[in-house]
């Protein structure tokens, strides 16, 4: 079986478990115990951090290591069980996995902001309305603050964000004489110049990646997908859509995309090597790149994303995941603390200290945030510009109710035009008339 025929079933599986789960959940339960509605005071917060418990965390990211650590130190009646139940894809199917058993269901789980409405639709995890969390509105960054919503309610806490920038290797840039780009037209004239000058180096990779493609789309002003409870609407034909295709295609005509596959050895090596010499990604990139590509340390620098239009000043967000309460979870009270402590209190300081981006803007505002060098990239202060993209991510942007299943599909469609087989536009046309049968046949109404 390959690999994007696996990962087409495990969405496939995780949209149906989602819809059919939809219709067994009610929504008037009590917070406390079921999956939505009613309230949950502060006060009932407090009493059931200090009745205690046992609470199962699952979560990848290694930040939240030390967040666990320091919630059993300050409230030494809670016991906290971290487990690593695998990344992204593989976490949701075994997440999915335990609620159809009914059993081993965790009490928080880390899921991504474009998965978090799958689940959100669901109700395989707990409105936050009734526990406080509107009141924290002005806490995070507008992008990851619209991300944790679903139907106007709150099903999640951001804890980090991936606003967009254009990150590149500097020495090659100076040994080539090029400019930074500052426009999407610049790249590309920056690729040719780079690649004809060195025909090894290539501005970046890309072999075909759903979120940089949803990513360059909205911050395009693209809004392929809207969504209104089980309405959804899929149109790749829009203005945004339209930007990127055009723009991109140029790159994969003149064949100035390295068609290494990302976080693989060999992109690695390409990253530290100067053949690839730029990512556009989200402001999470730092740490990978410091860890991975190591023999580029002092060579790299961060610079704003490049604009559609001269002089603008819109980004995007490329990645970034919330803590979520499964709606089948034991303790939510307990478990909402947890979140909440991670997210916004002193869990979130924890977080960035250890590497993590802010979501929150008190973090993300802080002078010695901004103000720190990183040696990495030749003492650069990285979050000045990080922070400043986060403020211009453009609003407005909605995933699918299935997103989960349509990125699985993306390389059967959009994909293609990167080996050669049609062009983007027809791409997006087939992704879109994909994503729309399957919503059909899973009982949404799309068009």
């Given at each position: 079986?390959?690999?994007?025929?696996?990962?087409?079933?495990?969405?496939?599986?995780?949209?149906?478990t989602?819809?059919?789960?939809a219709?067994?959940?009610?929504?008037?339960?009590?917070?406390?115990?079921?999956?939505g509605g009613?309230t949950?005071?502060?006060?009932?917060?407090?009493?059931?951090?200090e009745?205690?418990?046992?609470?199962?965390?699952?979560?990848?990211?290694?930040?939240?290591?030390?967040?666990?650590?320091?919630?059993?130190?300050?409230?030494?009646?809670?016991k906290?069980?971290?487990?690593?139940?695998?990344?992204?894809?593989?976490?949701?199917?075994?997440?999915?996995?335990?609620?159809?058993?009914?059993?081993?269901?965790?009490?928080?789980?880390?899921?991504?902001?474009?998965?978090?409405?799958?689940?959100?639709?669901?109700?395989?995890?707990a409105?936050?309305?009734?526990?406080?969390?509107?009141?924290?509105?002005?806490?995070?960054?507008?992008?990851t603050?619209?991300?944790?919503?679903?139907?106007?309610?709150?099903?999640?806490?951001?804890?980090?964000?991936?606003?967009?920038?254009?990150?590149?290797?500097?020495?090659?840039?100076?040994?080539?004489?090029?400019?930074?780009?500052?426009?999407?037209?610049?790249?590309?004239?920056?690729?040719?110049k780079?690649?004809?000058?060195?025909?090894?180096?290539?501005?970046?990779?890309?072999?075909?990646?759903?979120?940089?493609?949803?990513?360059l789309?909205?911050?395009?002003?693209?809004k392929?997908y809207?969504?209104?409870?089980?309405?959804?609407?899929?149109?790749?034909?829009?203005a945004g859509?339209?930007?990127?295709?055009?723009?991109?295609?140029?790159?994969?005509?003149?064949k100035?995309?390295?068609?290494?596959?990302?976080?693989?050895?060999?992109?690695?090596?390409?990253?530290?090597?100067?053949?690839?010499?730029?990512?556009?990604?989200?402001?999470?990139?730092?740490?990978?790149?410091?860890?991975?590509a190591?023999?580029?340390?002092?060579?790299?620098?961060?610079?704003?994303?490049?604009?559609?239009?001269?002089?603008?000043?819109?980004?995007?967000?490329?990645?970034?995941?919330?803590?979520?309460?499964?709606?089948?979870?034991?303790?939510?009270?307990?478990?909402?603390?947890?979140?909440?402590?991670?997210?916004?209190?002193?869990g979130?300081?924890?977080?960035?200290?250890?590497?993590?981006?802010?979501?929150?803007t008190?973090?993300?505002n802080?002078t010695?945030?901004?103000?720190?060098e990183?040696?990495?990239?030749?003492?650069?202060?990285?979050?000045?510009?990080?922070?400043?993209?986060?403020?211009?991510?453009?609003?407005?942007?909605?995933?699918?109710?299935?997103?989960?299943?349509?990125?699985s599909?993306?390389?059967?469609?959009?994909?293609?035009?990167?080996?050669?087989?049609?062009s983007?536009t027809?791409?997006?046309?087939?992704?879109q008339?994909?994503?729309?049968?399957?919503?059909?046949e899973?009982?949404?109404?799309?068009?």
């Amino acid at each position: 079986m390959t690999i994007l025929r696996r990962r087409a079933l495990l969405g496939a599986a995780l949209s149906i478990t989602l819809l059919a789960s939809a219709t067994a959940c009610s929504s008037s339960d009590d917070p406390a115990t079921g999956t939505g509605g009613g309230t949950v005071s502060e006060a009932d917060v407090a009493a059931a951090l200090e009745a205690g418990g046992n609470l199962k965390v699952w979560a990848w990211d290694t930040t939240i290591t030390k967040v666990a650590a320091d919630f059993q130190v300050k409230y030494p009646k809670v016991k906290v069980e971290l487990v690593n139940a695998g990344t992204g894809n593989d976490q949701y199917t075994a997440l999915l996995n335990a609620i159809q058993a009914g059993t081993g269901v965790p009490d928080v789980a880390q899921i991504e902001y474009y998965a978090l409405p799958q689940f959100a639709l669901a109700k395989s995890v707990a409105e936050l309305d009734g526990y406080g969390a509107a009141g924290l509105d002005g806490k995070f960054t507008p992008g990851t603050w619209n991300a944790v919503h679903a139907g106007g309610k709150i099903y999640g806490l951001p804890i980090d964000s991936g606003p967009m920038a254009l990150f590149y290797n500097k020495e090659v840039f100076d040994k080539h004489q090029i400019a930074v780009p500052t426009t999407w037209e610049e790249y590309a004239a920056a690729a040719e110049k780079l690649h004809k000058a060195d025909p090894k180096a290539y501005i970046t990779s890309d072999s075909g990646d759903a979120g940089f493609t949803t990513s360059l789309i909205w911050q395009a002003g693209g809004k392929p997908y809207t969504v209104s409870g089980t309405d959804v609407t899929v149109n790749f034909a829009d203005a945004g859509s339209s930007k990127f295709a055009t723009q991109w295609q140029k790159l994969i005509d003149a064949k100035l995309l390295s068609p290494v596959v990302g976080w693989t050895d060999e992109w690695y090596k390409g990253l530290g090597d100067g053949t690839i010499a730029t990512l556009v990604t989200g402001a999470w990139m730092p740490s990978n790149l410091e860890s991975g590509a190591k023999a580029a340390n002092g060579k790299w620098r961060v610079a704003p994303m490049p604009q559609w239009e001269s002089g603008a000043k819109a980004t995007a967000e490329n990645g970034g995941s919330s803590l979520a309460v499964p709606a089948a979870g034991a303790n939510k009270a307990l478990a909402y603390a947890f979140v909440k402590y991670a997210a916004v209190e002193e869990g979130a300081k924890t977080r960035v200290d250890a590497g993590a981006f802010p979501a929150t803007t008190a973090e993300l505002n802080a002078t010695e945030f901004k103000n720190k060098e990183f040696p990495y990239f030749g003492g650069q202060k990285v979050n000045e510009v990080l922070a400043e993209s986060a403020g211009q991510v453009v609003s407005g942007w909605s995933y699918l109710p299935f997103q989960v299943y349509a990125n699985s599909i993306y390389g059967d469609t959009v994909g293609k035009a990167y080996i050669g087989q049609g062009s983007l536009t027809d791409g997006l046309k087939a992704w879109q008339d994909a994503s729309v049968k399957y919503g059909q046949e899973q009982g949404f109404t799309v068009k």
